[in-house]
């Protein structure tokens, strides 16, 4: 199974502050990796698809990057209602894998 | 407006069995492949199994491979997900969620609010 991990497992930052969450992969996933946000006691929701496409209704702040085996997620200015967890997935190879998650945590 | 809703969760005694269905309205749900992602108590998510567009093609993680079956009637726009010898690794939310395959990629979206499954001793 292809593992990814997620650095950090948590942060805290500020209204305002520009994040980056990274989400590494056991092989080479060329650039099938979408990231998902889940807010406290709701279901996932896709934020980027393919590693850089903006899910359509998502806020234009978030933005993803990378190819093979290293991405990243990124909020250019962070808004209280990014309180929740990240996650990354790969599509390349089932099974079908996520990231142990990113727990974000607004000061 | 897109909805897709699980309904069928509850509490189950160890060894035994459930069956929990997904209604999906607002898309075209024949046009989607179909998955279960569950997430157990305070854990991350984990995906389960898939079913494609017409049925023919399926998948299940190792854990759940030999006990659970999904399957889906297109005519009724529901996805289902049988599940059978239930032990306590098996306790979480389970979230239904289409995947659209565009051009050989896939993803999660919509996704269902979850329904809850507890399987205790």
């Known amino acids: 199974d292809i593992q990814m991990t997620q650095s950090p497992s948590s942060l805290s930052a500020s209204v305002g502050d520009r994040v980056t969450i990274t989400c590494r992969a056991s092989?080479?996933?060329?650039?099938?990796l979408n990231w998902y946000q889940q807010k406290p006691g709701k279901a996932p929701n896709l934020l980027i698809h393919a590693a850089s496409g903006l899910q359509s209704g998502v806020p234009s702040r978030f933005s993803g990057s990378g190819s093979a085996t290293e991405f990243t997620l990124t909020i250019s200015s962070l808004q209280p209602e990014d309180l929740a967890t990240y996650y990354c997935q790969q599509s390349y190879k089932i099974p079908y894998t996520f990231g142990q998650g990113t727990r974000l945590e607004i000061k | 407006e897109v909805q897709v809703v699980e309904s069928g969760g509850g509490l189950v005694q160890w060894g035994g069995s459930l069956r929990l269905s997904c209604a999906a309205s607002?898309?075209?749900?024949?046009?989607?492949?179909m998955h279960w992602v569950r997430q157990a108590p305070g854990k991350g998510l984990v995906w389960v199994s898939r079913i494609s567009k017409d049925g023919t093609s399926i998948s299940y993680a190792d854990s759940v491979k030999g006990r659970f079956t999904i399957s889906r009637d297109n005519a009724k726009n529901t996805l289902y997900l049988q599940m059978n010898s239930l032990g306590a690794e098996d306790t979480a939310v389970y979230y239904c969620?289409?995947?659209?395959?565009?051009?050989?990629?896939?993803?999660?979206?919509?996704w269902g609010q979850g329904t809850l499954v507890t399987v205790s001793s």
């Open positions: 607002g898309f075209t749900f024949s046009g989607y492949w």
């Open positions: 092989q080479s996933i060329r650039n099938y």
């Open positions: 969620a289409g995947d659209p395959d565009s051009s050989g990629y896939s993803w999660f979206d919509p």
